[in-house]
């Protein structure tokens, strides 16, 4: 700018210049607010509709819950109150594979008997109690846990983890916490949740 130049004009200059940078920023300012709004439709789009990790969205919409019923075996638990630590009826948390603790009701509780095997005379075998004194504290369960999962194509899910016959499971309750094997899973027919 030239020093001769009057008042009113230099005042005049500044204001053309702010008034073309605000329109500018403002123009700016719009494409970013696109952006955004793009980005996050996209992270909508990707949590309800892509599949994770299990083939699960991580966002269930429209998948149907199901009553699930997962029949579970516990070997050689050292307790000697069974009947009082694990109760029908009570409510147990289940981890699958480290995630989140998932909401199930035990249904039945049956324990197994502890045998070996005994060769007779004749050269048969013949299950027969077992005979070591410590082995009265270990017993073999086999537990039926219900609550609410998904079925899809991809298999049956509890939480966002699937669940399948021979996969280990976490089983934590009050007064105890559990490793056990899935054993069976039934859908209850008809169960819409």
């Not at 509709?49 to 699960?56: K, S």
């Not at 699930?68 to 109760?87: A, H």
Request: hydrophobic share 40%; with cysteine; proline share 7%.
């Amino acid at each position: 700018m030239n020093a001769n130049m009057p008042f009113k004009a230099v005042f005049n200059h500044s204001l053309e210049v702010s008034v073309t940078s605000l329109t500018r920023r403002s123009a700016q300012a719009r494409w970013m607010n696109g952006g955004a709004i793009a980005i996050l439709v996209a992270a909508l789009l990707y949590l309800c509709f892509w599949p994770g990790p299990e083939g699960l969205p991580l966002i269930k919409v429209g998948i149907p819950q199901r009553t699930v019923v997962l029949e579970t075996s516990i070997s050689g638990i050292s307790d000697t109150d069974i009947q009082g630590t694990f109760r029908p009826g009570d409510k147990v948390k289940v981890s699958i594979k480290n995630s989140a603790l998932l909401p199930l009701t035990l249904k039945s509780l049956e324990i197994l008997p502890t045998t070996v095997v005994a060769t007779q005379s004749d050269g048969s075998v013949k299950p027969q109690p077992e005979p070591r004194p410590e082995m009265q504290f270990g017993s073999n369960l086999l537990l039926k846990l219900e609550g609410k999962g998904y079925s899809t194509q991809s298999g049956l899910f509890l939480g966002l983890k699937r669940i399948r016959v021979g996969s280990t499971i976490k089983i934590h309750g009050s007064g105890f916490e559990s490793s056990a094997s899935i054993v069976d899973v039934v859908v209850t027919p008809g169960s819409n949740g």
